[in-house]
């Protein structure tokens, strides 16, 4: 047997398509929890628990640094990394994207909480910096409904609906008509805490780091970058404007330095 030409036979018949995300455009890869209703009802509290949110949140960090984004948007059980235009890790190859993506986010989750999860992945292309900003408004106007209506029915579970019940109260419900049967109830919506209402984005910032150069035996100050937390985002236009300005800072830093945006990510809290 020829051990090179059954090799090619073999390989001929995988199915891999060798599809490159557009040159020059921004790249928006998410990741969804797949059977996350199921995988949470026994473990966390709802509508919201703090320690859910916190693996996400670790999740999203350990994305933002693999995957060598410039910023990281979670809310529920989804995170969203952007990177940039010259972005050319995994040579911008769709299937490595997607596949590598997931799976690191599965890993991550798995390893966390000790029992097995997984995560879906698909990507998203923007051509301008509007695009950009008006995707994470997207996402953040997803983030308030989603949370308004997760309050109402297990509010209203907890009030001793039936999850029939609750779902058919909630059916066609305008947002102030939420709001109004949350406050029936003694729940004010806009006092919830705002990563619920709004998510939470990660990016990197540079900070001053004091050591000991030991053979100079002075104190030496370097520059260093670590991924912030914050779970205090505004909204609408100012959110916008918030957006805009990771961007430039982001493409300016990378122009600068011409290499990737790091990959040991520290918490600032």
Same mark, same amino acid.
């Given at each position: 047997?020829?051990?090179?030409?059954?090799?090619?036979?073999?390989? =001929?018949?995988?199915?891999?398509?060798?599809?490159?995300?557009?040159?020059?455009?921004?790249?928006?890869?998410?990741?969804?929890?797949?059977?996350?209703?199921?995988?949470?009802?026994?473990?966390?509290?709802?509508?919201?628990?703090?320690?859910?949110?916190?693996?996400?949140?670790?999740?999203?960090?350990?994305?933002? =640094? =693999?995957?060598?984004?410039?910023?990281?948007?979670?809310?529920?059980?989804?995170?969203?990394?952007?990177?940039?235009?010259?972005?050319?890790?995994?040579?911008?190859?769709?299937?490595?994207?997607?596949?590598?993506?997931?799976?690191?986010?599965?890993?991550? *989750?798995?390893?966390?909480?000790?029992?097995?999860?997984?995560?879906?992945?698909?990507?998203?292309?923007?051509?301008?910096?509007?695009?950009?900003?008006?995707?994470?408004?997207?996402?953040?106007?997803?983030?308030?409904?989603?949370?308004?209506?997760?309050?109402?029915?297990?509010?209203?579970?907890?009030?001793?609906?039936?999850?029939?019940?609750?779902? =058919?109260?909630?059916?066609?419900?305008?947002?102030?008509?939420?709001?109004?049967?949350?406050?029936?109830?003694?729940?004010?919506?806009?006092?919830?805490?705002?990563?619920?209402?709004?998510?939470?984005? *990660?990016?990197?910032?540079?900070?001053?780091?004091?050591?000991?150069?030991?053979?100079?035996?002075?104190?030496?100050?370097?520059?260093?970058?670590?991924?912030?937390?914050?779970?205090?985002?505004?909204?609408?236009?100012?959110?916008?404007?918030?957006?805009?300005?990771?961007?430039?800072?982001?493409?300016?830093?990378?122009?600068?330095?011409?290499?990737?945006?790091?990959?040991?990510?520290?918490?600032?809290?």
């Amino acid at each position: 047997m020829n051990r090179d030409a059954f090799e090619q036979r073999m390989r =001929a018949l995988e199915c891999f398509h060798d599809l490159r995300l557009l040159p020059g455009a921004w790249v928006v890869v998410r990741v969804d929890g797949r059977g996350f209703s199921r995988f949470t009802a026994p473990r966390f509290d709802k509508p919201f628990d703090p320690a859910f949110h916190k693996l996400m949140v670790q999740t999203a960090r350990m994305l933002l =640094a =693999a995957l060598q984004g410039c910023y990281a948007y979670t809310e529920s059980d989804e995170v969203s990394i952007l990177c940039l235009p010259e972005w050319e890790l995994f040579d911008r190859k769709l299937e490595k994207v997607v596949s590598l993506s997931a799976g690191i986010a599965s890993s991550a *989750l798995t390893q966390a909480c000790g029992v097995p999860v997984q995560f879906d992945s698909r990507v998203w292309l923007g051509a301008q910096e509007s695009q950009v900003v008006d995707y994470f408004r997207w996402r953040q106007a997803d983030a308030t409904r989603c949370a308004l209506h997760g309050w109402c029915y297990w509010t209203l579970r907890r009030a001793g609906k039936s999850s029939k019940a609750a779902t =058919a109260a909630l059916q066609g419900a305008a947002f102030a008509d939420m709001n109004e049967m949350l406050f029936q109830h003694g729940i004010n919506f806009n006092t919830l805490p705002t990563w619920q209402r709004r998510g939470t984005d *990660l990016y990197w910032e540079t900070y001053a780091k004091t050591g000991h150069n030991p053979h100079t035996q002075q104190t030496a100050v370097t520059s260093r970058r670590r991924i912030k937390v914050d779970r205090h985002l505004p909204m609408q236009d100012v959110y916008s404007q918030f957006i805009r300005d990771i961007l430039r800072r982001s493409r300016s830093r990378s122009r600068a330095t011409a290499q990737p945006l790091g990959t040991i990510p520290e918490e600032r809290r």
